[in-house]
């Protein structure tokens, strides 16, 4: 079993909630090799969801450099930021956020819903399959022995659940024990 629980739990609760389990940090901050995991870190050549051919550093790069504000477009600088800080494009800094561009010439803003299944999603799932293919396969060992538990900053693993952030630990612990999330309207 693998469960997702937030990075600010205390080691004894969570020794108390799950006795004997690995407990893995896959934040920006936690160890290598698993903070290649985070959406944060910068592998390289990963493809823009339409794109067209165009790559990126990182997930989170991808994610940001699509959004459109109320005074910018997307901004392909942002794909290209391989610090793992400096990503973050904000609504006080660019105004309300408008949507994520579907792709780099379209005229069509996706909402957050449709952004994270159209985006984040394919995003992350690439860099799971070829990115972090060792880190993976690592988890599957592990998960194979014991129980583990995956740290983030958030716990949320429904891409329909909005009012909260997705969870990139709870989509690895979906992708290890294969149960990546499936759209409900398609």
Same mark, same amino acid.
């Given at each position: 079993?693998?469960?997702?629980? %937030?990075?600010?739990?205390?080691? #004894?609760?969570? &020794?108390?909630? %799950?006795?004997?389990?690995?407990? @893995?940090?896959?934040?920006?901050?936690?160890?290598?090799?698993?903070?290649? *995991?985070?959406?944060? =870190?910068?592998?390289?050549?990963?493809? +823009?969801?339409? $794109? $067209?051919?165009?790559?990126?550093?990182?997930? &989170?790069?991808?994610?940001?450099?699509?959004?459109? =504000?109320?005074?910018? !477009?997307?901004? &392909?600088?942002?794909?290209?930021?391989?610090?793992?800080?400096?990503?973050?494009r904000t609504v006080r800094r660019f105004g309300r956020c408008l $949507?994520?561009?579907?792709?780099?010439?379209? /005229?069509? @803003? *996706?909402?957050?819903?449709?952004?994270?299944?159209?985006?984040?999603?394919?995003?992350?799932?690439?860099?799971? &399959? %070829?990115?972090?293919?060792? /880190?993976?396969? #690592?988890?599957?060992? @592990?998960?194979? /022995?014991?129980?583990?538990?995956?740290?983030?900053?958030?716990?949320?693993?429904d891409p329909d659940r909005l009012e909260q952030p997705l969870s %990139?630990? #709870? @989509? +690895?612990?979906? =992708?290890?024990?294969?149960?990546?999330?499936?759209?409900? !309207?398609?």
């Amino acid at each position: 079993m693998i469960a997702v629980r %937030h990075k600010s739990m205390v080691p #004894a609760q969570l &020794e108390k909630r %799950h006795p004997g389990a690995l407990v @893995l940090d896959v934040t920006s901050k936690g160890p290598d090799p698993w903070r290649r *995991l985070s959406p944060f =870190f910068p592998h390289g050549g990963l493809p +823009v969801p339409g $794109g $067209g051919g165009r790559l990126a550093a990182s997930v &989170e790069g991808i994610w940001q450099g699509l959004k459109v =504000f109320e005074s910018a !477009d997307v901004d &392909e600088a942002t794909f290209d930021n391989d610090r793992m800080v400096g990503l973050k494009r904000t609504v006080r800094r660019f105004g309300r956020c408008l $949507g994520h561009r579907e792709g780099l010439v379209g /005229e069509r @803003l *996706l909402g957050y819903r449709e952004a994270r299944w159209a985006i984040y999603l394919p995003a992350y799932r690439y860099v799971l &399959e %070829h990115a972090c293919a060792p /880190e993976i396969q #690592a988890l599957r060992g @592990l998960a194979g /022995e014991r129980d583990l538990v995956l740290l983030d900053y958030t716990t949320n693993g429904d891409p329909d659940r909005l009012e909260q952030p997705l969870s %990139h630990a #709870a @989509l +690895v612990a979906a =992708f290890v024990e294969d149960r990546w999330p499936v759209r409900a !309207d398609t």
